[in-house]
């Protein structure tokens, strides 16, 4: 992991799935507003560089939450699958936003 160290930034994104097969996009961003770290419960400034978290869910739809860099590096890293870094362009809103659109149907169905 510890090549992903330091990701996402402004060129390179990370992309993987969660442990219940779900799609994550990990982005890096500017805060407009205040939030609320998903990781820690602690508080995200205006203006503050942290990582946006995208779920696209295997029957479509898409969720996300704000982390801070260091909590995502420490907590959702470990729990990701497959995580890897993409160009930036891959996962901009438009593209990820289409992706949760459509249920993923040619993936493999879970078990049971
Ligand atoms: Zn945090």
Avoid at 15 to 42: P, V
Avoid at 52 to 71: D, K, L, N, P
Avoid at 80 to 86: D, G, I, K, Q
């Amino acid at each position: 992991m510890r090549s992903l160290s330091g990701l996402p930034n402004r060129r390179q994104s990370l992309t993987g799935f969660t442990a219940d097969g779900d799609e994550i996009w990990i982005i890096r961003s500017i805060s407009q507003k205040l939030y609320k770290c998903q990781g820690c419960y602690g508080s995200i400034g205006v203006g503050d560089e942290h990582v946006v978290v995208q779920y696209i869910a295997r029957a479509g739809g898409t969720e996300h939450s704000h982390w801070h860099q260091r909590c995502a590096e420490q907590i959702l890293y470990p729990q990701s699958r497959s995580l890897r870094p993409v160009a930036a362009k891959e996962s901009s809103r438009d593209r990820l936003e289409k992706r949760g659109k459509r249920p993923s149907g040619r993936r493999r169905r879970p078990r049971g």
